[in-house]
T-cell receptor, first 113, second 117 residues
């Protein structure tokens, strides 16, 4: 399997649920990212991990909790979400140095009811 | 602060016709510039990038883009579109040191391309 794989593809959860999104990359990259894509808005960078260390957290609410156990895997743990958190969550990877661009997964479509 | 403007939210083009999608940026120096495409139900895929050198860059799927410093633009073009080109197109800019990774990368809001038969 190659590229960036995200699971699940679709997720419906209530506001009191706890769930996790998973991302796996098979490209040998050393940086991984979470983005939020909402309708009519630019792509929002949420978290950046480089060499498994979190290097950026763009004022994301604490109900979103990332985890990067190794350079190939990235999780986004979700709890007590709000309906406005419904969106497409995209994972991406890249080489931290040099001229490598982002490689995206197909995303998880999250609906909070 | 850097910014990206894609003036057209939707564009409709007949199959076989030429295409130009506009992108204007605001940045203090010459940034790194990118075009990504997102087909329905998928993530973003890099079409092409400009770092330096020749201002006309070729990408995948027959796309090209031209960097015009005087106009702060990086418009995407294709001479003849196919129905499979229907998708969302995103322009992005980043600082010259970024290498295209997410740090400092700013995306436009996207242009939705509709292909008429």
């Amino acid at each position: 399997e190659t590229g960036v794989t995200q699971t699940p593809r679709h997720l419906v959860m209530g506001m009191t649920n706890k769930k996790s999104l998973k991302c796996e990359q098979h490209l040998g990259h050393n940086a991984m990212y979470w983005y939020k894509q909402s309708a009519k808005k630019p792509l929002e960078l949420m978290f950046v991990y480089s060499l498994e260390e979190r290097v950026e957290n763009n004022s994301v609410p604490s109900r979103f909790s990332p985890e990067c156990p190794n350079s190939s895997h990235l999780f986004l743990h979700l709890h007590t979400l709000q309906p406005e958190d419904s969106a497409l969550y995209l994972c991406a990877s890249s080489q931290r140095e040099g001229l490598g661009p982002l490689h995206f997964g197909n995303g998880t479509r999250l609906t909070v009811t | 602060a850097q910014s990206v403007t894609q003036p057209d939210i939707h564009i409709t083009v007949s199959e076989g016709a030429s295409l130009e999608l506009r992108c204007n940026y605001s940045y203090g120096a010459t940034p790194y510039l990118f075009w990504y495409v997102q087909s329905p139900g998928q993530g973003l895929q890099l079409l092409l990038k400009y770092f330096s050198g020749d201002t006309l860059v070729q990408g995948i799927k027959g796309f090209e883009a031209e960097f015009k410093r005087s106009q702060s633009s990086f418009n995407l073009r294709k001479p003849s579109v196919h129905w499979s080109d229907a998708a969302e197109y995103f322009c992005a800019v980043g600082p010259p040191y970024s290498g295209g990774g997410a740090d400092g990368l700013t995306f436009g809001k996207g242009t939705h391309l509709i292909i008429q038969p």
